[in-house]
Structures are given as C-alpha cells and as structure tokens.
C-alpha cells in the first residue's frame, strides 16, 4: 500500500545523525522521496568525527520505504545550497517539506560559561551553524516549496518558546542559537501563511541520540542501564519519535492551525496518536519543568 507522502519530496538539511536521521527516516516511512544532506559522507567525516553517514541514512529511508537521496552538503555555502535547491528541482520539479536542522555546535560550546570566558571563535562558529545555515538553507529552498500550496517548513530546535523564554539553556551561545531558531520559525510563519505554506518550530525532548548514548557509554538497546547515574534520562526518546511528529504533521489536512507555533514531540504525540518506538508516549518538557527543574527525585509516572 502507498504510504500518505507517496509522491512527496523532503529536504531534511542535516540529516547524518540524531534528530535529522529520525526525521528523515520517519519521512521514509510515510513513503516521500527524501534528499538528506549533511558534511559526513563514507569518504570524509566532517569535525565531529564520527561514523554516522549522510549515505547511511539514505540508505535507512529507503529501506523504511521511502526513497533516500544522500547530497553532500555545506549549508554555510549558499553555492552548494543553491546547487542542492537546484538538482532537486531538476530531479523533481517539486519540494513539499524542508526541514532545518542543521547544527553541528555540540563540541563547541562550553557549559554555564559566560560570554566573556567562553571562546568567541567557538562561540561565533556556533551561532553561524546553528542559525546562518538555516537562513542560507530557506532563502535558497523556500521559491521551489512555494510553487505548490501545502508546503510544510520544520525548523528543529531544543526548547518550547515557553521554556527557552524563562530558562536558561546552557551559555549565552547555546542560548541564543537555539532561541533564533524558534524565532525564524514565528518569522517564516508570517511570510510562509498567507502564501499557502506553513512553518514550525519543533524540539525533541531528552534525546537518545548517537552522541548522547554514547557520552552516557549504552546503546539504544540497554539505554536504561545509564539511569543510576543520570535517573532523569528516563523520559528521554529515540530519534524517531520526532521523526514521527513530522510525518504526522506533514500529512494532517489541517497542518496550517499550527503555523508560526512552537511544538514538541511531546505535545503532538497524544494529538496526533503516534508514540514512540516503544509505545510510550515521553513528554520531555512538562517532564522538566514539573519534575527535574524543581528537584523532584525522577518519576516518569504520568509523564510517558
């Protein structure tokens, strides 16, 4: 049976780990052609260092059922953006859903250091990875979603509005990219609806992603055993659960009620009916205000 994004296309910008690859993946699922893009290839790693691949995930949409299209990808390079925007167009004719995110900060910012003791070129780099690529990425992408009505732009995040708004995330950097995130998405909202497309914010909650399980030394299989040193890791998720927001909302005849919004996989799950790929249904972020940022011990009762 074809799957409801049978005959769409994705653009998943950033999609070699983490919440990309699950997006993208998810994407798969519902059937779209999804190109996924990032600098880590099987031939060259990018400075993260790390085995995960653009090729690997192409390879993970298809096999979910989808077609998975790998380009590398520097989305500082408007050239190389503007390459991508146009093979896709070339292959295509169409783009139906863009997802932003592309990061790439992880190992350059330095936890609760302020601005003046932070390294500013780790600092500035930060911030042209986290929000410059997202700008370069929708200038270049947005003309060919916009050719048909529908069109669904995610940009991915860490934090609700609500939560960033009266929270500070980790140093004035990480702070300030992930807040511009959420605020390109309230931008590209008002110039996006009455064009006939729709833009959100979306953050996963605690993610079990790749590096996370790893700096934690478990594997998504015997992700539980990190619980006795970090027991608020409990209501953490997959990838796919995110991914699986997208999908949900990439298929909904009524996508355009959430545009300019900020949403959660949390929030969207019991909305849309989907969870996680071990049913439950975690939602990070009450989780975090009513129970880990009060000093409540851990229990994830009632929370996934």
């Known amino acids: 049976m074809p799957g409801p994004l049978e005959g769409k296309v994705a653009l998943v910008a950033g999609a070699t780990r983490g919440a990309g690859r699950g997006i993208a993946v998810e994407l798969g699922a519902a059937g779209a052609t999804v190109y996924v893009t990032g600098r880590t290839t099987r031939a060259r790693r990018s400075e993260y260092d790390r085995p995960e691949t653009i090729e690997d995930t192409a390879d993970l949409v298809t096999a979910a059922g989808g077609r998975g299209i790998a380009v590398p990808t520097d989305h500082l390079d408007p050239s190389a953006v503007r390459a991508l925007v146009d093979r896709i167009d070339d292959d295509q004719g169409r ?10 900060g992880e190992h350059l910012f ?36 916009l050719r048909r009505p529908g069109g669904l732009v995610v940009e991915v ?8 708004r009266d929270t ?109 790929l071990d049913g439950s249904r975690p939602d990070a972020w009450r989780y975090l205000v009513e129970v880990q940022d009060v000093g409540k ?8």
């Open 95 to 104: 783009l139906d859903i863009l997802v932003n995110d592309i990061w790439g």
């Open 110 to 145: 330095a936890w609760d250091t302020p601005v003046w003791e932070h390294d500013l070129d780790k600092g500035l780099r930060l911030l042209r990875l986290a929000v410059e690529t997202h700008a370069i990425t929708s200038h270049h992408a947005l003309p060919l979603l």
């Open 157 to 164: 995040t860490d934090g609700t509005a609500e939560y960033n």
């Open 168 to 276: 500070y995330r980790v140093s004035f950097f990480y702070d300030l990219a992930k807040s511009s995130v959420l605020r390109m998405a309230f931008a590209l909202g008002h110039e996006l609806g009455p064009r006939g497309a729709t833009a959100v914010a979306l953050t996963p909650g605690w993610l079990r992603s790749e590096i996370m399980l790893d700096q934690f030394g478990v594997r998504e299989e015997n992700w539980r055993d990190a619980l006795d040193r970090v027991p608020h890791f409990a209501i953490s998720e997959t990838p796919r659960y995110v991914g699986r927001a997208v999908a949900a909302l990439a298929t909904d005849p009524q996508l355009a009620r959430w545009n300019g919004q900020s949403l959660s996989s949390g929030r969207l799950a019991p909305v849309y009916g989907f969870t996680d």
């Open 297 to 304: 011990a851990a229990d994830v009762t009632g929370y996934r």
